[in-house]
């Protein structure tokens, strides 16, 4: 259809497909930020008004994939949407799409196209959800039923997916049976499975990866081997949960290193070598052409990896003495950074606090090395590669690493804000190698500015000026978020950074329409 033809079928897919396209739209960079306010709010709405859902649940998919930027987690409502999603899905029936009568109060005779096309959203749903849970640290809430078999697509050629689907709803469902099978003991009060048992689940799960790798990447494209290889990472993170009196503890460390650079080399393949003196500008300018328009998701898993590839640096290349990994190690580390920071849309975003957070650590590990020889490490570094958060499964490591730098930056008073505006160069490791970066798409040599709200065609009730309750800058037109809702789950990732000014774009509850319902505020 023509974009006027997606406006007039559903305004929240129209704006969902424009929130990703205004990402990176250098015409005007301020878009994506003008839009995010708004687009949200017209997604509540539609939300609460029922309308159009089959249309709501594809803008839900997209804003899942790519959600606006946020400065905290406990702001950010990508797992709130996910689970919408799922639930509108299965209200209206896409899991049965063969039987969407059973679902409607209307007679609905579904055309051929009508029908694929409810197949094939349905399992980019489950696709999403999976992703979304994984990232997260969370239990996934997909169904992976006859629709989405194999035997449904032998019976039906309706329910034949296309070919890049079909390869990563595979990838996703063996996630789910990761998580499942390694994360969801009944007998354990985290999840865990148990020590004695987790060895042989994790041969078993890494035959079946096997089989699914030699299916896939036979032809396949680069972004289907990214998520191919975050699978892998994904099962391979499970090591961190091992006690070291375990037979198989250093071969699953050697196994997880080779499945995160495996990860981290595949994302980066395409992309123009960094070395130390890479800049953030050219990243922008020249590198990671792919990157900077990766998935939610993939910087998530990078993340992780980066954190993995520090701590087994750190640890376990130094105790087993490989030190032309370690080379290759510190490398593919600084190439990691750059193409973290490159994914950030925005000024402050979680993106470049966290890509920031990592930085850091990496580059004081560095320095306490230096000083102290090597094999020696910062006091906040815990050598023992145990975690202590335990409960969100594969990405406990970033939640646990994110936890332990922000207990020593609490003790010392380490503030990032000037880090910010100058972001770390991960290779050098002196206080002064800090580097200013004003060219490229982002700017951190000055504070953010508020910009003002403008009116959005086919958004009713959402021009500049409105004024919403207890917030006086709306009144002349502009946002400034001045609280957020606790979130017991996502704690550790708030308040990294004691800002002096909000994140430019990011709505508070009230603004999102859910201030007074059912007492939330």
């Known amino acids: 259809?023509?974009?006027?033809?997606?406006?007039?079928?559903?305004?929240?897919?129209?704006?969902?497909?424009?929130?990703?396209?205004?990402?990176?739209?250098?015409?005007?960079?301020?878009?994506?930020?003008?839009?995010?306010?708004?687009?949200?709010?017209?997604?509540?709405?539609?939300?609460?008004?029922?309308?159009?859902?089959?249309?709501?649940?594809?803008?839900?998919?997209?804003?899942?994939?790519?959600?606006?930027?946020?400065?905290?987690?406990?702001?950010?409502?990508?797992?709130?949407?996910?689970?919408?999603?799922?639930?509108?899905?299965?209200?209206?029936?896409?899991?049965?799409?063969?039987?969407?009568?059973?679902?409607?109060?209307?007679?609905?005779?579904?055309?051929?196209?009508?029908?694929?096309?409810?197949?094939?959203?349905?399992?980019?749903?489950?696709?999403?959800?999976?992703?979304?849970?994984?990232?997260?640290?969370?239990?996934?809430?997909?169904?992976?039923?006859?629709?989405?078999?194999?035997?449904?697509?032998?019976?039906?050629?309706?329910?034949?997916?296309?070919?890049?689907?079909?390869?990563?709803?595979?990838?996703?469902?063996?996630?789910?049976?990761?998580?499942?099978?390694?994360?969801?003991?009944?007998?354990?009060?985290?999840?865990?499975?148990?020590?004695?048992?987790?060895?042989?689940?994790?041969?078993?799960?890494?035959?079946?990866?096997?089989?699914?790798?030699?299916?896939?990447?036979?032809?396949?494209?680069?972004?289907?081997?990214m998520y191919l290889r975050a699978a892998h990472l994904h099962l391979r993170l499970s090591a961190f949960f091992s006690p070291p009196t375990m037979t198989s503890y250093r071969t699953d460390l050697m196994r997880l290193y080779n499945a995160t650079t495996s990860f981290l080399e595949t994302c980066l393949g395409h992309e123009q070598s960094a070395g130390s003196g890479f800049t953030h500008e050219a990243s922008v300018s020249a590198g990671f052409v792919s990157l900077i328009y990766g998935t939610n998701y993939i910087f998530q898993m990078m993340l992780a990896a980066g954190f993995a590839l520090l701590k087994l640096h750190n640890n376990f290349l130094q105790q087993v003495g490989l030190d032309s990994e370690q080379e290759k190690a510190r490398n593919l580390f600084n190439k990691t950074i750059w193409a973290l920071r490159s994914m950030s849309v925005q000024e402050n975003d979680l993106a470049q606090r966290l890509a920031e957070v990592l930085a850091q650590v990496w580059r004081g590990s560095r320095a306490a090395a230096e000083k102290n020889g090597i094999g020696a490490a910062p006091a906040y570094i815990d050598n023992s590669m145990q975690l202590k958060v335990r409960c969100r499964m594969s990405v406990s490591l970033v939640y646990d690493s994110v936890w332990r730098w922000r207990e020593e930056a609490s003790r010392k008073g380490i503030s990032l804000e000037s880090y910010l505006k100058h972001p770390t160069d991960p290779s050098a490791i002196t206080d002064s190698s800090a580097s200013s970066v004003t060219a490229g798409t982002n700017n951190f040599t000055s504070d953010p500015p508020l910009r003002p709200l403008s009116v959005v065609p086919g958004m009713p009730g959402m021009a500049t000026g409105l004024g919403f309750p207890g917030n006086g800058n709306l009144a002349s037109g502009y946002i400034e978020a001045n609280y957020e809702v606790f979130d017991p789950l996502n704690w550790m990732l708030d308040g990294l950074v004691d800002f002096p000014y909000a994140l430019p774009g990011m709505p508070d509850m009230d603004q999102l329409g859910m201030g007074g319902l059912g007492g939330i505020s």
């Not at 250098?26 to 709405?45: A, C, D, F, K, Y």
């Not at 009508?114 to 959800?129: G, H, P, Y």
């Open 1 to 225: 259809m023509a974009p006027e033809g997606y406006f007039e079928y559903c305004p929240a897919l129209f704006w969902a497909i424009a929130s990703v396209g205004a990402r990176r739209y250098q015409v005007e960079p301020t878009l994506l930020n003008r839009l995010s306010g708004p687009i949200t709010r017209l997604v509540w709405s539609a939300l609460a008004d029922m309308k159009q859902m089959y249309g709501v649940v594809k803008a839900l998919c997209l804003l899942c994939t790519w959600p606006f930027p946020t400065s905290s987690t406990s702001s950010d409502p990508t797992f709130i949407f996910c689970g919408v999603m799922m639930q509108i899905a299965m209200q209206i029936g896409l899991h049965r799409p063969s039987h969407a009568q059973d679902f409607s109060k209307f007679r609905m005779e579904l055309h051929e196209d009508e029908l694929k096309d409810r197949v094939r959203t349905w399992a980019i749903c489950n696709i999403v959800a999976q992703r979304v849970a994984t990232g997260y640290g969370q239990p996934a809430n997909t169904l992976y039923d006859w629709t989405l078999s194999s035997k449904a697509a032998n019976t039906d050629s309706n329910f034949t997916l296309p070919s890049p689907v079909a390869d990563h709803l595979r990838i996703e469902r063996f996630s789910q049976k990761v998580s499942s099978t390694l994360y969801s003991n009944r007998q354990n009060p985290v999840g865990l499975a148990s020590d004695t048992e987790r060895q042989a689940y994790v041969n078993l799960l890494a035959s079946d990866f096997a089989d699914l790798e030699e299916e896939i990447s036979d032809g396949s494209s680069a972004v289907t081997l």
